[in-house]
């Protein structure tokens, strides 16, 4: 049972031209790529003596690269990356800004191994000497106001080239290790602060590629921290940022980066808060937060849509005699509209990683715990017990049972579930929680009917690809917002207050995830959500599986169950190749199965759970298996034990699998999967006990 971490690096990244941010997607277009006889000569011309048409072939080379995946690999094979690094140096500033656009299109639509090869031939080092003479410039530009038009484009175009610089300086340092190395000792930040001191000064587009590039540089980067810990000051712009109003999609997104920043650096805002205790930085953020879930996907897929069919229907091939053509009015609200879910998609993220500061706490006390009873040999003990259960002899010597932190998990929480007095919906954060965060969540979970590509072989184009794209993301991040919003409930909040006060909206949500389930999966897992393009599906349903188990915890296995509840579950393991979902699946059928007066339902779960054992599952499911199945025949008291657990002969069964499930534990490399292993170890180890136990248990 896990929380979702921290994601970020894993999300497309923002682009503020609204342009692609994801390859795949904008590879399903099928556009038919640009002939060669056109590539090279552009190409060519980048080297031409003429300042003019060196500018003119990198402003064609950054329009062609966002055309058509073909095209760009015909170009990248020849070593265009190298030819827009040598015009970094080039000595007209024209020819610089457009082969500036061109490597930022690059970072955009490229993908890590473009990336990678970016850093290889040294992109950072003449991208980062350009950044003196643009401080000088825009330190300039900062001291007063323009004085007439041309004054003005000169102004606009110096903005553009900060915005390609640090977009490119940020897309690389998040997207490669090496590259962030490379940043981090270019002292960056008093560049990218001066920007984000003068928010009213500076155009839109290039604050927020300054709030990403910081945003990038202080996630989990100690080098980067330390220049904030010096410069204390660096704080306040984000902190007045929080209390601005804003309604336009940029500064949503602004406001929306300075609280990741603030959750970023709130050691450094809060050096003296005990650990994972950030109250004040998440009253202060949640509100920002919170505020920026209010967007109705199912309306902005209609507008999507009939602005992405304007736009196909003129789309044409690119006219390399006008590189730089101005987006369209739909082009600008299908940009409008990315933009705004990208900055759902980071206020979920960052909702979700508010929610599990306040459970890491607990979780890592169980890892410890699970450290100290495996400890680091290779070999498992315990062969000396097998062949005891294998002769029949029992020493009554030996441990009666499993170890406490898994044979007393039902009186663990039954002790954590201690009414509290405390009307908890007056605490602000929780008061959020329940009363801003939790519906929105459901409303953008929901599918719009532009969220995913039609179920059929092979996966047809959608009318705005970019949008589906970016609709499917949002719907993942706010079912792994709100699996961390139920584990909040379940395991940081007293009494699991939220459950018992407001069990309502648990019981429905139960009902609304399988309704969601259902939708998302369409035709069935093995149809959509595994075929290529309907990943996604395979996702969202993956995170839904887990927000029941979590719920079901919640619950207390108390969940309004229908018929076809445990089927589907039984089906959501049977059918799809993620082991993630089969471990999740099995988890919720294990707290269903432990509900009292409903013997039926817990011999069909027992059985599946033996019969899945003896098919030789992977190890993930095995562990999850095993444990599931101490924990729900741990006391002979339970009303299904003895009809289930005894009369089906469930023990004997077990001790058939004992030689299989150490097999399958020391089949796991240790050096490659410590967790895994130890859990493994555990489960094993339990096994021969809780045989014992079960044995034992009725002789008594």
Not at 147 to 169: L, M, P
Not at 197 to 218: E, F, G, H, R, W
Not at 661 to 682: C, P, S, W
């Amino acid at each position: 049972m896990g929380k979702i971490k921290n994601n970020k690096k894993k999300q497309s990244r923002h682009n503020a031209t609204g342009m692609q941010t994801n390859a795949e997607v904008e590879e399903a277009l099928s556009l038919q790529p640009i002939p060669v006889e056109t590539i090279l000569p552009l190409i060519a011309k980048l080297s031409s003596p003429d300042a003019n048409e060196r500018a003119w072939a990198a402003a064609g080379a950054s329009n062609l690269l966002m055309h058509d995946a073909g095209t760009r690999r015909l170009m990248l094979s020849k070593n265009l990356i190298g030819a827009l690094v040598e015009r970094l140096t080039d000595s007209v500033h024209e020819v610089v800004v457009e082969a500036l656009g061109a490597l930022r299109n690059l970072t955009v639509v490229g993908g890590d191994e473009v990336i990678s090869e970016m850093y290889n031939k040294n992109v950072l080092t003449p991208v980062a000497a350009l950044i003196p003479a643009l401080g000088t410039m825009i330190d300039s530009m900062l001291s007063g106001p323009a004085t007439n038009g041309s004054e003005q484009e000169k102004r606009k175009t110096v903005w553009d080239w900060a915005d390609n610089v640090i977009s490119i300086i940020w897309a690389m340092s998040e997207n490669s290790e090496k590259a962030l190395k490379f940043v981090n000792k270019l002292n960056i930040v008093p560049f990218l602060m001066s920007f984000m001191s003068n928010i009213d000064k500076v155009p839109p587009k290039v604050i927020v590629a300054a709030a990403q590039c910081i945003y990038t540089l202080t996630d989990d980067n100690p080098d980067c921290r330390a220049v904030f810990v010096k410069n204390t000051d660096y704080i306040k712009p984000f902190m007045n940022i929080l209390t601005l109003d804003v309604d336009v999609e940029q500064e949503l997104l602004i406001k929306t980066l300075a609280c990741g920043i603030v959750i970023n650096l709130r050691t450094v805002i809060a050096p003296k808060a005990s650990e994972n205790d950030f109250t004040d930085i998440h009253n202060a953020v949640l509100p920002v937060l919170s505020g920026a879930l209010g967007y109705d996907l199912q309306k902005a897929s209609v507008e999507a849509a009939a602005a992405a069919q304007v736009v196909n229907a003129q789309k044409q091939e690119p006219d390399l005699s006008k590189p730089n053509q101005p987006a369209s009015t739909e082009e600008q609200a299908l940009a409008a509209i990315e933009t705004r879910l990208q900055t759902l998609q980071l206020a979920l993220e960052l909702i979700a990683n508010i929610c599990t500061e306040s459970v890491e706490g607990v979780e890592e006390e169980e890892e410890e715990d699970w450290k100290d009873a495996t400890g680091d040999d290779d070999e498992m003990e315990g062969d000396e017990d097998e062949d005891n259960l294998e002769n029949g002899n029992q020493d009554d010597k030996k441990n009666d049972g499993l170890d406490e932190s898994t044979m007393r998990e039902m009186e663990q929480l039954a002790a954590a579930s201690v009414e509290t007095p405390m009307d908890l919906s007056s605490h602000p954060i929780i008061n959020i929680l329940i009363s801003t965060v939790f519906p929105a969540l459901i409303n953008l979970a929901t599918p719009t009917p532009l969220s995913f590509p039609e179920q059929i072989i092979p996966t047809p184009v959608t009318v705005a690809p970019e949008i589906t794209a970016q609709l499917a993301t949002t719907h993942l991040r706010a079912i792994e917002a709100l699996n961390n919003f139920l584990l909040t409930m379940a395991d940081a909040v007293p009494g699991k207050w939220w459950y018992k006060h407001r069990k309502a909206d648990a019981e429905q949500c139960w009902t609304w995830l399988f309704q969601q389930a259902g939708a998302v999966a369409g035709k069935g897992v093995q149809v959509g959500a595994e075929e290529k393009g309907q990943e996604m599906r395979g996702a969202v349903l993956d995170a839904i599986v887990g927000c029941l188990w979590t719920l079901a915890r919640g619950l207390d296995s108390n969940v309004p169950l229908s018929d076809f509840h445990v089927p589907a579950l039984m089906g959501a393991y049977s059918s799809t190749a993620s082991d993630s979902m089969r471990v999740k699946a099995i988890g919720c059928l294990g707290v269903i199965a432990r509900r009292q007066g409903a013997i039926e339902t817990n011999k069909v779960i027992g059985e599946f759970l033996i019969n899945l054992l003896k098919s030789n599952p992977s190890a993930e499911a095995c562990v999850e298996a095993l444990n599931a199945i101490y924990d729900i025949y741990a006391d002979a008291e339970f009303d299904y034990d003895m009809p289930v657990f005894v009369q089906g002969n469930f023990n004997h069964e077990l001790k058939g699998m004992v030689k299989m499930t150490r097999f399958m534990a020391r089949n796991i490399d240790r050096r490659k999967n410590r967790d895994l292993r130890t859990r493994a170890d555990e489960a094993v180890m339990n096994l021969v006990e809780f045989i014992k136990y079960k044995e034992k248990e009725r002789r008594q």
